[in-house]
T-cell receptor, first 113, second 112 residues
């Protein structure tokens, strides 16, 4: 069955370190998204991609970057982790139109000490 | 920017009762979606209603959309303990990007 996976599921890192969170989907979806979820803020969009070599900034993109070299993967990189980036991160994908149904991964809980 | 906002923030009911959650939004939309999130898990899509639809059903779920009031409601009938979760509405802003914007969610607790 098609699915979307994230790794690692839990990560503890130190301030200033570079961290990469992986997202892999086997839906063959063009659109992929990264969100962070924090208490009191709901889900906020970090970056998104509408296809290979396409990346766009979302609402809270500062300190994050993504790259899309193939259809299946959209890794999220924190260039220099900060305590404010402690959060739960979700990757999602959708098939066609930008406002189509999104399929979510299980999430990565990141703690920056 | 928050487009959808759910109400209430938290809801506690007994098994068998109906649960109603509301979502209000600010700008015109193409569609509105409802998602469920169980504790520690990712969001799962429940139902999508388009701007030209007024009501949609899926099993025990009933969603209504009132575009004149910019609001939607999610009704879960005959609730079960397994319905305990957070429920989010998501709207597309209808603009050129059309990405989904999620509300902060309603936390539903169904007591056995």
């Amino acid at each position: 069955d098609a699915e979307i996976t994230q790794s690692p599921r839990h990560k503890i890192t130190e301030t200033g370190r570079q961290v990469t969170l992986a997202c892999h989907q086997t839906w063959n979806h063009n659109n992929m998204f990264w969100y962070r979820q924090d208490l009191g803020h709901g889900l906020r969009l970090i970056h998104y991609s509408y296809g290979v070599q396409d990346t766009n900034k979302g609402e809270v993109s500062d300190g994050y970057s993504v790259s899309r070299s193939n259809t299946e993967d959209l890794p999220l990189t924190l260039e220099s982790a900060a305590s404010s980036q402690t959060s739960v991160y979700f990757c999602a994908s959708s098939k066609a139109r930008r406002s189509d149904t999104q399929y979510f991964g299980p999430g990565t809980r990141l703690t920056v000490l | 920017s928050q487009q959808g906002e759910e109400d209430p923030q938290a809801l506690s009911i007994q098994e068998g009762e109906n649960a109603t959650m509301n979502c209000s939004y600010k700008t015109s939309i193409n569609n509105l979606q409802w998602y469920r999130q169980n504790s520690g898990r990712g969001l799962v899509h429940l139902i999508l209603i388009r701007s030209n639809e007024r009501e949609k059903h899926s099993g025990r779920l009933r969603v209504t959309l009132d575009t004149s009031k910019k609001s939607s409601s999610l009704l879960i009938t005959a609730s079960r303990a397994a319905d305990t979760a957070s429920y989010f509405c998501a709207t597309d802003a209808g603009g050129s990007q059309g990405n989904l914007i999620f509300g902060k969610g309603t936390k539903l607790s169904v007591k056995p």
